[in-house]
């Protein structure tokens, strides 16, 4: 009788990897590639990729391991997204080993909370582990071009990537166990200083219709009807389901409500000026449940990791770089993603949202 998959996690076979950039073969430093590069053990699957999707094939030394590797021109290429293929850490390394690892709280490789005081000798420097942590993010996928059963892994270091990738990838899941897609290289770009840099990020393209997706909508929260309907008959129909947050406020009678009706609209994205300001109006004439001090006005933030996602997504679309983010966060308000306040990172967001709009 097999283990148990509560024991085991099963996984398909990981066949090789899809990189998205190589060490300079004169200088030796990492540099950044603007399409896929594939690396298998297996001369034959890197041979076909060459032949589906053009390069060289040709051997790779892995750190003493015999490889072969294919620096390709595809810049999309068909997947198939498997269940449980991904996963998301802030991870430092050093030494060739994980000297950290975690979800932002948890340090996942002690068990214990992130010490973000502890120092450990890295080359000639004492740094923090935690505080060095960059976002990864781990994809395995099929290629249904290749005539193999098992999984390329991707692996990427960005923001960009831990925002966009991690929603698609949970979709999927409601979808099936393997879900056709497309993973694009899209290039984007920074302004800073008034230079431009230039960049690629991975983004995953589900290959579901619209059918499909109403019935995973319906199967889930039973609103695949009101999606149909109200495709049909327009963004009058969507208004109308709208609930009315400031009645709800009124009926309840407490500040404690009005805090609940804010964070529904802002959720929903029906937090208008108007509806701020008749909240904040009906906030002043409650008293406060529980003895506490009446809300006057003021908004009910998010928790500091959720705002800081929200800030990376913004901070995406402007083209910004992770160390672009961190240092606004540094010289506009004094903080890292790991100390800010939910106040410190609003405004931070507010700031992103209006260079963005």
């Known amino acids: 009788m097999p283990i148990s998959p509560i024991v085991l996690q099963r996984r398909q076979a990981e066949l090789g990897r899809i990189r998205l950039g190589q060490k300079n073969p004169e200088k030796g ?5 603007d399409r896929f590069r594939f690396t298998s053990v297996s001369e034959q699957y890197v041979r076909d990729l060459a032949d589906l999707y053009g390069g060289t094939a040709q051997a790779w030394d892995n750190n003493g391991i015999p490889s072969w590797e294919v620096i390709t021109e595809a ?3 068909p997947v198939i997204v498997v269940k449980n293929g991904m996963s998301q850490w802030m991870e430092f390394w050093a030494g060739g080993g994980c000297m950290h690892r975690c979800d932002g709280v948890t340090n996942m490789l002690t068990g214990d909370p992130c010490d973000t005081e502890e120092k450990v000798q890295v080359g000639k420097k004492k740094v923090n582990p935690h505080t060095e942590a960059k976002p990864t993010t781990r994809l395995s996928v099929m290629l249904p071009e290749l005539e193999a059963i098992g999984v390329f892994r991707l692996e990427t270091h960005g923001w960009n990537a831990a925002a966009e990738i991690p929603a698609v990838a949970e979709l999927a899941q409601f979808v099936g166990d393997l879900v056709p897609a497309v993973l694009h290289l899209v290039e984007r770009r920074a302004i800073k200083d008034g230079q ?6 991975p983004v995953l393209d589900l290959q579901i219709g619209a059918a499909k997706l109403r019935e995973i909508v319906e199967a889930k929260s039973g609103i695949g009807n009101e999606l149909e309907a109200g495709a049909s008959s327009g963004a009058a129909a969507i208004e109308a389901k ?5 009645a709800l406020a009124t009926e309840a009678g407490d500040v404690d409500a009005v805090r609940e009706q804010w964070t529904k609209a802002a959720d929903a994205g029906h937090l208008t000026d108007d509806l701020k300001q008749a909240l904040t109006d009906l906030a002043k004439t409650l008293h406060p449940t529980d003895d506490q001090e009446p809300v006057e006005g003021e908004p009910v933030l998010d928790p500091p990791d959720v705002l800081w996602q929200k800030c990376v997504t913004v901070a995406g679309t402007l083209g910004w770089t992770t160390d ?8 506009d308000h004094d903080a890292t993603p790991w100390d800010a306040t939910s106040e410190q990172l609003d405004a931070l967001l507010t700031t992103l949202e209006a260079e963005a709009a």
């Open 29 to 33: 430093f990492p540099m950044k590639l």
């Open 75 to 77: 810049t999309s290429i």
């Open 196 to 201: 431009t840099s230039r960049f690629v990020v």
């Open 242 to 246: 709208r609930p009315d947050y400031l």
């Open 324 to 331: 672009q983010l961190e240092l606004a966060l540094k010289s």
